[in-house]
């Protein structure tokens, strides 16, 4: 049975850092594009970074540009979203998800996604 499940979200102060981790069991993540997405009460779901099977391509958000580097590790089956000067707009939570047929990766279309997390909360307030 496969699971994605993230990690490493928590409370932090405006300017901080946090370092998000997507493990997967039984999928292998090397057969995936990977997404992390964002909700925040009130708003709807949106994209912040995802990278395609081998790593070569990746995308970002606007608003996390310069600020977010996504990055995978197919050997320990993880993906990871480092996640510097984080501002309270940050707050959300973050979910990975997996994508099977791409050949790059999507921010826009999370319809793409054919697995999900359940996700890990980031608050970022003082």
């Known amino acids: 049975q496969w699971q994605l499940v993230e990690s490493g979200g928590g409370l932090v102060q405006p300017g901080g850092s946090l370092r998000l981790s997507c493990a997967a069991s039984?999928?292998?993540?090397?057969?995936?594009?990977i997404g992390w997405f964002r909700q925040a009460p009130g708003k709807e779901r949106e994209g912040v970074s995802c990278?395609?099977?081998?790593?070569?391509?990746?995308n970002y958000a606007d608003s996390v540009k310069g600020r977010f580097t996504i990055s995978r590790d197919n050997a320990k089956n993880t993906v990871y979203l480092f996640m510097n000067s984080l501002k309270p707009d940050d707050t959300a939570v973050y979910s990975c998800?997996?994508?099977?047929?791409?050949?790059?990766?999507?921010?826009?279309?999370?319809?793409?996604?054919?697995?999900w997390g359940q996700g890990t909360q980031v608050t970022v307030s003082s």
């Open positions: 998800a997996a994508d099977l047929r791409s050949t790059g990766c999507t921010i826009i279309a999370d319809s793409a996604y054919d697995y």
């Open positions: 039984g999928l292998t993540l090397d057969g995936y594009s």
């Open positions: 990278i395609s099977k081998m790593g070569a391509i990746t």
